[in-house]
Every structure is written in structure tokens, then in C-alpha cells.
């Protein structure tokens, strides 16, 4: 892990500057580059703007009650009545411990049913999405309960975990929605790849996985959320060598970065989404964003040098 990832992750866990950097101009000014707002009107206006499907999701993890949760699961319950209203080509991902999972599983699960069927109801799709770690297993367990019922949802995995790999053989299985990222949570190394080439072959050997025959007869929709081009050049590849048509193969990633290939990929016929974040809790989102890709550090400072 470099330097500056590990100096970002550790800004994501705190507190003290969760609760002091958002005021400052120049910070929230930055930020605007890879998030449109912080209410769900500014990520549908800019849905509407890019003209490609995308997926929304509501920012904020933890949450201090229960009471809370309710209000979340309330929320994507109304925006997927909007989508629906509006026809627009947006999907929904959710985080487990948005949902109440750290207060109490039954209503979690409860609050995460009610969104699957509620877009179901609507044709659409709920993604779950993965926290660190210490939500690994219990997220599972409740994807795996909620594939039972509802082939309409997905789940995210993370190459840089050493146990991803046993995972996805289980999700493949089930005919899940997977979406493959690489991992934005500071992990030991006894559980994650501490080497981003170990990172990116993990990567590699699942979306070989995910682009499998086998795969493809479960019904698997398998989906690279990556913003590393070599990797996306040899997925391509992958794709054709295997005889793959574009529309076979399915790519996200986030808004504000990497525009002309979103495009490019557009273009060419591939299933595209963008990832749009949005809400008030945006600051360890932000910082997990740029240790990603600590390049994008030099970038910001750059955009704002020049206004």
C-alpha cells in the first residue's frame, strides 16, 4: 500500500475531519468534480444530462439509529417510484448498514425486501453494495436469502480480498448479479492483497470467471466497475476471444472520471453504466475515492489551481 493510499484511508475513518473538512469551500469544490450534489434531484438531473443508464446511490454508512433507517429505506423507496414516473435507466445500490444492519438483521432484511420488490414491481434492479471487511459474511448471507427470492438484484465483490475468489464460485452458483470492483476499504494483509499488481491480477482471474461459459448458462450478469484502462483493454480482448459480443459485456464507473472512455465504451456498443453518489455524508466516500486512484489527488489540486 503506498503512502498516500494509506494516508487517504486513514482521513476516510475520521471523525475529526469528517466533522471539519466539509466546511471549507475549496474542499466541497473539489469534490463537485465526481458528485453532482447532494440531493437525489441533482443525481437524476445529471442521469437525464449523460445520456447512459447509471446507478444511484445514497451516501452515508453506519448510521446512529434505527429510526434512521427507516428514513433511508424510505427514501430509495421513493426514488424508485420517480425512476419508474420519469422512465429513466437508473438503478439503485445499497449498503447493508444504511439499511439498520448494525441495529438489527430482521429489520434490515425487511427494509431490503421491501426495495427488491419494490423493484421488481417497476422492472428494475437493487444492488447491494460491500462494506468493509467486518460485513463480508453477514452481507453475503443476506444476498444469498434475497437472490432466493428476487433474481432482480446484485451483489458487489472486491478483488483485493483473498477470499473473493471462493466467493464468486458461490455467487456464479446462484446466477447472481456480481459486480466486480477492486476494494476502496484499508484492509490487514492477512485478508486483502497488500500490492496493487496482486489487486489487478485477482481482478483479471475473476473476470475471466465472470465472462465464463459457465457463468453465462447460470445467467450471471456480471459487471467490471473499474476505472483501470489496461484492465478494461484486456476485458475487451477477453470479451472477443471469447466470442463475446459488445452488448455481452457490461462496464461501470463513477461520474466525473473518465469521460472520454465512459464514452468510448458507450460507443462501442458495450452495456455502460455511470455510478452516481450522492447525500450529505460524502467525506470518507470521497477520501476511499482517492486512494483508489491517488493520481486523481494531483488532478484535483490541478482543477483547482485553474478554477
Known amino acids: 500500500m503506498s503512502v498516500l493510499r494509506s494516508i487517504l484511508l486513514s482521513a476516510s475513518e475520521s471523525r475529526w475531519l469528517r466533522e471539519r473538512a466539509v466546511r471549507y469551500p475549496f474542499v466541497r469544490r473539489a469534490v463537485s468534480r465526481f458528485m453532482p450534489g447532494e440531493a437525489a434531484d441533482d443525481a437524476l438531473a445529471a442521469s437525464r444530462a449523460l445520456g447512459v443508464g447509471t446507478v444511484l446511490t445514497r451516501l452515508g454508512e453506519n448510521l446512529g439509529s434505527a429510526s434512521e433507517a427507516d428514513g433511508v429505506a424510505n427514501h430509495y423507496l421513493n426514488l424508485l417510484d420517480r425512476i419508474h414516473a420519469e422512465r429513466l435507466d437508473v438503478e439503485i445500490s445499497v449498503k447493508l448498514s444504511q439499511l439498520g444492519l448494525d441495529f438489527s438483521r430482521e429489520e434490515c432484511e425487511a427494509h431490503l425486501y421491501g426495495l427488491a420488490e419494490r423493484a421488481r414491481s417497476r422492472n428494475n434492479w437493487v444492488w447491494v453494495d460491500m462494506e468493509s471487511t467486518a460485513y463480508t459474511d453477514v452481507t453475503l448471507e443476506v444476498y444469498r436469502r434475497l437472490r432466493a ?26 446466477g447472481s448479479g456480481i459486480r466486480l470492483v477492486k476494494g476502496a476499504y484499508r484492509e490487514p494483509p492477512d485478508k486483502a492483497f497488500p500490492k496493487k499488481e496482486d489487486v489487478d491480477a485477482s481482478y483479471f ?19 467490471f466497475g473499474t476505472h483501470d484502462s489496461n484492465l478494461i483493454r484486456r476485458i475487451e480482448e477477453l470479451g472477443r476471444t471469447r466470442g463475446l459480443a459488445p452488448k455481452d459485456v457490461e462496464f461501470q464507473m463513477l461520474y466525473g472520471i473518465g469521460r472520454s472512455e465512459q464514452l468510448r465504451l458507450a460507443a462501442a456498443g458495450y452495456r455502460f453504466r455511470v455510478l452516481i453518489s450522492y447525500g450529505e455524508a460524502w467525506f470518507p466516500w470521497y477520501m476511499r475515492r482517492l486512494a483508489e486512484r491517488p493520481a486523481n489527488v494531483l488532478f484535483v489540486m490541478r482543477s483547482l489551481v485553474g478554477g
Open 149 to 174: 427470492r428476487f433474481p432482480n438484484t446484485g451483489v458487489c465483490v472486491q478483488s483485493y480480498l483473498y477470499r473473493t475468489a471462493a466467493d464468486v464460485e458461490s455467487l456464479i452458483a446462484l
Open 205 to 223: 482471474r475473476l473476470a475471466e470467471r465472470l465472462l465464463s461459459a459457465d457463468a453465462s448458462a447460470k445467467g450471471v450478469r456480471g459487471i
